[in-house]
């Protein structure tokens, strides 16, 4: 599935049957996906994805490109700016999501050095280290499994922010300890960016119209809800930080 996902969104004019016949077509001769090992058809749908990124790097940005909207001048918020990923799918989502959590893992990981209790249950942690390296093997091989971190994570966030009020040491460390706790959610955001589904995203909505909304914006909350958590961890940075930081990462080579 995912890398059906991956190839849809480096080729979004393909339809979900049209991209199986052409990766059924070129493993067997026969346009019939359902002939096909599942194994056999995964290494082809990855293959077609990795020829179209090669070609997308091989000619110059046309108009209608992500390179070119990530390259233009936006004068609007960063909100609707990472809404306009999402007409390129899924994976650059996860990457704008990636490009600000992973400057926060250092904030997490520094944490409140005056304050022995946070930094022994939540600073040393290694939850949210193991997390974003496996986002990052994920970013290369969609097989990588990401569930595992989501729940413990989810939880140690979530008692991170019960305690930041509750320790005391004056209004100065409250804040350090709230900086910490927007850190976390950034990261904790895009590993939910990268397991986000239609399927999931659209299970408990009644209206078709609100469910196509929905599953065509993608994981764009997580990807803002990530952004917004960096900004609230790095009080001096702008929302134009937040675009350097996913320009960097979505037009690295």
């Given at each position: 599935m995912q890398a059906l996902?991956?190839?849809?969104?480096?080729?979004?004019?393909?339809?979900?049957?049209?991209?199986?016949?052409?990766?059924?077509?070129?493993?067997?001769?026969y346009s019939d996906p359902f002939n096909v090992e599942d194994e056999a058809l995964f290494k082809t749908l990855q293959r077609m994805t990795t020829e179209a990124r090669d070609r997308k790097r091989a000619r110059p940005p046309s108009e209608d490109s992500l390179e070119a909207y990530l390259t233009a001048k936006h004068e609007g918020s960063v909100s609707a700016w990472l809404q306009g990923l999402s007409r390129w799918g899924h994976r650059p989502l996860v990457l704008a999501a990636f490009a600000v959590a992973e400057p926060c893992?250092?904030?997490?990981?520094?944490?409140?050095?005056?304050?022995?209790?946070?930094?022994?249950?939540?600073?040393r942690a290694s939850g949210p280290h193991a997390a974003l390296?496996?986002?990052?093997?994920?970013?290369?091989?969609?097989?990588?499994?990401?569930?595992?971190?989501?729940?413990?994570?989810?939880?140690?966030?979530q008692s991170a922010a019960l305690t930041e009020d509750e320790t005391g040491g004056g209004m100065e460390l409250i804040r350090e300890r709230q900086r910490c706790v927007a850190a976390g959610r950034a990261i904790v955001l895009a590993i939910?960016?990268?397991?986000?589904?239609?399927?999931?995203?659209?299970?408990?909505?009644?209206?078709?119209?609100?469910?196509?909304?929905?599953?065509?914006?993608?994981?764009?909350?997580e990807a803002l809800g990530a952004a917004r958590a960096f900004l609230s961890s790095v009080p001096e940075s702008t929302e134009d930080t937040v675009r350097e930081h996913v320009r960097r990462v979505l037009l690295a080579p």
């Open positions: 996902l991956d190839l849809l969104a480096e080729m979004p004019d393909y339809r979900v049957g049209q991209a199986l016949a052409i990766a059924a077509a070129r493993t067997t001769g893992l250092g904030i997490w990981e520094h944490g409140v050095p005056e304050d022995g209790h946070w930094q022994f249950h939540f600073a390296k496996a986002l990052r093997r994920w970013l290369g091989d969609s097989q990588t499994p990401l569930a595992p971190h989501v729940e413990a994570l989810r939880k140690l966030i939910e960016a990268a397991v986000w589904t239609p399927e999931q995203a659209t299970r408990d909505l009644p209206d078709e119209a609100e469910r196509q909304a929905v599953a065509a914006a993608g994981p764009f909350l």
